[in-house]
């Protein structure tokens, strides 16, 4: 994918002003999942980029051509064809299962799950669903001005434990 000129945006009218809303938000990864975080996108092979993308705001939500789920189901093929709210994309490009991405995302716009963003995009090869995992985190931090940092934080948990003999 080649870079805009300087000066100058891949994204234009609507999506430009998303793209600064996008930025101020901050999608913070539990620790838990930060070394697996790193373990799997140094195995899949660093930083991507997709050949050509396409990303346009649309109403009407699509299935895509394989799925966003956590899994490591294998992707058919070098495309990516999909209509889903930003946070869908998000979680799937950081390996986050569902319940996973409403506390990552706790201070992004309410906009990234209620706005729906058609993605097609191709990429020379056979990729991986964890390389397609990259080649999506890169189209965010490109396309949305997304940044990402992992954090830990101590909270309060309950725990139940069996007790024998009663």
Request: positive net charge; charged residues 20%; proline residues 8%.
């Amino acid at each position: 994918m080649t870079p805009a000129p300087p000066g100058k945006s891949t994204l234009s009218g609507e999506m430009g002003s998303l793209a600064l809303s996008v930025a101020m938000a901050t999608v913070s990864v539990p620790c838990s999942l930060a070394q697996d975080a790193t373990d799997w996108q140094v195995k899949a092979g660093g930083r991507m980029s997709f050949d050509v993308a396409s990303v346009k705001r649309t109403k009407i939500p699509r299935i895509p051509n394989f799925g966003l789920a956590p899994d490591d189901a294998k992707p058919h093929g070098s495309r990516l064809s999909a209509v889903f709210p930003l946070n869908a994309y998000i979680g799937f490009a950081y390996k986050l299962a569902p319940f996973q991405t409403g506390g990552a995302l706790v201070n992004a716009p309410k906009w990234l799950g209620t706005d729906f963003y058609k993605i097609q995009a191709e990429v020379q090869g056979d990729p991986t669903k964890d390389q397609m995992r990259l080649l999506m985190q890169s189209l965010l931090e490109d396309r949305f001005k997304l940044a990402v940092h992992f954090e830990s934080k101590e909270v309060p948990v309950l725990a139940f434990e069996a007790v024998q003999g009663r």
